[in-house]
């Protein structure tokens, strides 16, 4: 738990009111600072920082070709079709100002719903396929902020994941890959050996999740090379530490090939991938001869140990002096 200094606690408020303020003064007035000026809620700007959360992962992750799981949730998007005008003379309903205002509340900076279709539009298209979106549809128009009497009926409303999405969480979000040693060349081709490891530590669970909902899945290479089931005993049932040891050839060192967690009707790469197995062998800092840039230990091939191998202390048995041999403190 982190201790907030005083003036940490000071500008808690004052960073709070100027995040929420709306720009209309509806629910919260904006918040003047002295030498930024008026401010307020940053939705108003980009309600849906889908493009925002791609620039900044890029920065994050530079190496990375691709996310393994991008997921946007909304608050709720409306049903109501387009906005229809019964006497299109009336400049209430169809003057300029009400159609700025209309165009304004259903622009991409105002509309999350818009946003996120706006954003995927500068997308590759190779991208959009680990892109989800999750928002709660509701019937006529969305309730507004202070409409408490809308609770009761929203808590009636049914939300559901999609399947797809739970399977993808679990394929791209928990597994990765790393390399036990360097590729060996053959006669034609590379043959890589490495090992599919689990993120966390509660492995069981993972894998009970993933035999409800992927019957008899494998781990399989992109062209379709079987690398073996998924079963509970390839770890330590005790720390639940997971490790399967796995091998696939490639035609060269350079070649992008993906992992797959896959059965009959659902397949999807694991965390990192497309890579190809020298990007692997970067990543992993094998040629880091004399230390590592993360300071951690220089050891290649790396050792695949279990948390309770880990937690385990060297015994040191001591010899006791006799007690005729022990002087005592006067």
């Known amino acids: ?10 500008y808690t408020p004052t960073s709070a009111e100027c995040s929420v303020a709306a720009p209309f003064n509806s629910f919260f007035r ?6 930024f000026g008026l401010l307020q809620d940053g939705g108003v700007r980009a309600n849906n920082p889908l493009a925002i959360a791609l620039k900044e992962s890029n920065k994050i992750w530079p190496s990375a070709k691709k996310n393994d799981l991008l997921l946007s949730i909304g608050t709720g998007v409306s049903t109501s079709g387009c906005y229809s ?28 719903e818009q946003g996120f279709v706006e954003a995927l539009n500068y997308l590759p298209s190779d991208t959009k396929s680990d892109i989800f979106r999750l928002n709660q549809v509701i019937d006529g128009p969305l309730p507004r902020l202070d409409d408490v009497e809308k609770i009761s009926s929203m808590l009636d409303l049914s939300y559901s994941v999609p399947d797809h999405l739970i399977r993808t969480i679990l394929a791209s979000a928990f597994f990765f890959f790393e390399l036990d040693d360097e590729p060996v060349k053959r006669h034609d081709d590379f043959l890589c050996q490495g090992s599919i490891l689990c993120s966390r530590g509660d492995t069981n669970i993972i894998l009970k999740q993933i035999f409800l909902e992927m019957p008899n899945a494998h781990f399989q290479t992109a062209r379709g090379q079987n690398l073996g089931g998924i079963h509970g005993n390839d770890g330590c049932s005790l720390c639940g530490y997971y490790r399967k ?37 970067t990543e992993q800092q094998s040629y880091a001869h ?21 937690a385990t202390k060297r015994r040191i ?10 002087r005592r403190k006067v």
């Open 30 to 35: 904006t918040k003047f600072l002295p030498g």
């Open 1 to 10: 738990m982190k201790i907030c200094t005083q003036n940490e606690l000071t």
């Open 245 to 281: 040891t796995v091998r696939f050839s490639v035609t060269n060192v350079d070649e992008m090939t993906s992992i797959e967690i896959a059965n009959t009707r659902f397949s999807h790469k694991i965390g990192g991938f497309p890579k190809s197995a020298q990007e692997l062998l």
């Open 290 to 310: 004399f230390g590592r840039a993360d300071h951690k230990v220089a050891q290649w091939p790396p050792s695949r140990v279990c948390y309770c191998s880990r």
């Open 85 to 112: 005008v019964p006497d299109a003379s009336n400049v209430f309903c169809d003057g300029s100002i009400p159609r700025l205002i209309r165009a304004t509340l259903s622009s991409p900076c105002m509309d999350g």
């Open 317 to 326: 048995q001591f010899l006791e002096p006799s007690l005729d041999q022990k």
